[in-house]
């Protein structure tokens, strides 16, 4: 098993920045891949952007290309999503979710992945 905790969310107003981060424990070896999803109220979970451990190789969602960046720790096994420019769009809850089979591209379907943190709010105010 996998455990997965994200920190980090808050309330900031629209073109500012956050950084959240998603420790995760447990069989950490046996995952191939980290995501960042999102759900809005009413809305589907949706992909945000993902990160292979080993290789580094990142894949972002459309909309927050250019904004927001994925990268890893290795060593203390955490992932961050460094958010900028932010939106009122991208309030949200954020999940942090791992996968354990090697894909390429890195996948951005939630059913692909096997682990999922609880989630952290992020709200931007316009």
């Known amino acids: 098993q996998v455990q997965l905790v994200e920190s980090g969310g808050g309330l900031e107003q629209a073109g500012g920045s956050l950084r959240l981060s998603c420790a995760a424990s447990?069989?950490?070896?046996?995952?191939?891949?980290m995501a960042w999803f999102r759900q809005a109220p009413g809305k589907e979970r949706e992909f945000v952007a993902a990160?292979?451990?080993?290789?580094?190789?990142?894949y972002y969602a459309d909309s927050v290309k250019g904004r927001f960046t994925i990268s890893r720790d290795n060593a203390k096994n955490t992932v961050y999503l460094q958010m900028n420019s932010l939106k009122p769009e991208d309030t949200a809850i954020y999940y942090c979710?791992?996968?354990?089979?090697?894909?390429?591209?890195?996948?951005?379907?939630?059913?692909?992945?096997?682990?999922w943190g609880q989630g952290t709010q992020v709200t931007v105010s316009s």
């Open positions: 979710a791992a996968d354990r089979h090697v894909r390429v591209p890195l996948s951005q379907h939630k059913d692909e992945y096997e682990y």
């Open positions: 447990g069989r950490t070896y046996s995952t191939s891949a």
């Open positions: 990160i292979a451990w080993r290789s580094g190789n990142t």
